[in-house]
């Protein structure tokens, strides 16, 4: 082994170093991210004010479902194929175009967002676009970083998802909604949209003619095929690909369940859903920062199995809000009840907030943990389709749950049904887990690292 590799293996134990850090002297890695911050606000922000006007428009846990699930049932007909099409179709024409046509969608709903019928439709769009779009920009980190910064790179890609939610959710969009109107947020997010496809398309130009070609030697059906073949084979690529969609599927649970949570359980506005969404991205933050420290020491597809017990604990945390402000109330003096008595903010909200940092903590463990073991046990040319894969398949088996969840929410009450979405959670992955007619037997054997400079 190598003095440089002793040095990265031996290293102190912080999460994010210097020389992780030094990825961002790479111009191509660092350009991604900053296209990707770009689209990230701007997609956050347009979702989240989505999700406002349907809650405020139809006052149903129901519409938001149906919201979701515009947004989700493209993925369930296009994700594989576009996975197939981003490892298949130049870097510049995939990244580029799809930016721009999110801009084209974003401007559509500047003029069409009085209509709940247009906002279904548009919503449907922006998702359509980001099939091709997401696999391509998560497949291109391996080409232009080594695979022994994947930990850190990855960690860097999640870094910009939390700060485009924090910009997006907890500051540009209430801002806006309040002091200008919901238009103002679209017309935001359509220069943002803009500004990335120029960032985008300048990192994209500087990919080698080699570097394209290697991505477009598979057939379009023996593309879709070898994405499968990895998940039969690899046991750790398979598990990672269950818990990050059963992860998937809890967030968007939460998601459509958070404005009712919100009015009925913490009864405020609706549009106060960032008392939430804020804490939940901080906790994000901080899983970047840890992931890459605990994926050197345990693996990834064991962060990923740590992050989703996690996620599950937040999700009964919140189910049993009341329970768990009684028992802290009684046993741990964290001043809840002197927040409540001079701030004026309810116990019941600060619990809430609480229980919302490890949520975002650990999705982040989750999504970081998942995107290394598929850069790890996949081929850079393959990567694509097995990102598209785990959308597809998390959107396909969450569109009759999550239909369930919107009618079980307007009937049952919302902590009654973030605790059935837990439990349900719990069986499906200890089924897929331990049963012996799915998923392979074993994990295959690690690639040999890439050695190819950053850049």
Not at 165 to 171: D, E, R, T
């Amino acid at each position: 082994m190598s003095e440089k590799r002793l040095r990265r293996r031996w290293r102190p134990e912080v999460a994010l170093d210097i020389e992780d850090v030094r990825l961002l002297r790479n111009p191509r890695f660092r350009r991604l991210l900053e296209a990707r911050l770009a689209g990230q606000i701007a997609q956050n922000a347009t979702l989240y004010t989505l999700l406002i006007l349907v809650v405020q428009d139809t006052e149903s846990s129901f519409q938001s479902t149906l919201l979701i699930i515009s947004y989700t049932l493209p993925a369930m007909f296009l994700a594989i194929p576009a996975g197939a099409l981003a490892d298949a179709l130049p870097k510049r024409l995939t990244l580029t175009t799809g930016l721009l046509l999110k801009t084209a969608v974003a401007g559509g709903l500047v003029l069409f967002s009085g209509d709940t019928l247009s906002i279904f439709l548009l919503a449907a769009a922006l998702s359509a676009v980001s099939q091709l779009y997401s696999p391509a920009e998560s497949a291109t980190v391996t080409g232009i970083v080594r695979r022994d910064q994947l930990p850190a790179a990855n960690a860097l890609m999640v870094l910009t998802l939390v700060l485009g939610q924090i910009l997006g959710i907890a500051a540009i969009a209430p801002l806006l909604l309040r002091t200008v109107g919901p238009s103002s947020v679209f017309l935001v997010a359509t220069a943002l949209f803009a500004l990335a496809s120029y960032i985008i398309g300048w990192m994209a130009s500087d990919f080698s003619r080699e570097e394209e070609a290697a991505t477009r030697r598979a057939g379009f059906i023996n593309a879709m095929q070898e994405g499968f073949r990895v998940l039969r084979q690899d046991r750790h690529a398979y598990l990672a690909i269950v818990y990050l969609t059963i992860g998937t599927m809890l967030l968007k649970v939460v998601v459509i369940l958070l404005p009712q949570y919100t009015h009925d359980v913490l009864r405020i506005s609706t549009r106060d859903t960032v008392f939430v969404a804020a804490p939940a991205a901080i906790g994000a933050g901080a899983g970047m920062l840890f992931a890459p420290l605990v994926i050197r020491r345990i693996g990834g597809w064991r962060v990923v199995a740590a992050g989703l017990v996690l996620l599950l604990l937040g999700m009964l945390g919140l189910g049993l809000v009341v329970y768990v402000r009684d028992f802290i109330e009684s046993n741990i003096n964290l001043g809840i009840g002197f927040v409540e008595r001079e701030v004026g903010v309810s116990s019941v909200i600060t619990v809430s907030m609480l229980l919302a940092i490890p949520l975002g903590f650990a999705y982040s463990l989750l999504s970081i943990g998942a995107r290394v073991v598929m850069n790890e046990r996949a081929a850079p040319e393959t990567q694509g389709r097995l990102f598209a894969i785990q959308i597809a398949l998390g959107d396909l088996l969450s569109l009759v749950p999550l239909l369930v969840v919107g009618a079980l929410a307007d009937v049952a009450g919302v902590r009654a049904t973030l605790l059935a979405a837990a439990a349900a959670a719990v069986l499906a992955a200890a089924y897929l887990t331990f049963s012996r007619r799915l998923g392979p037997g074993q994990p295959l054997p690690r690639q040999a690292l890439d050695t190819r400079p950053a850049g």
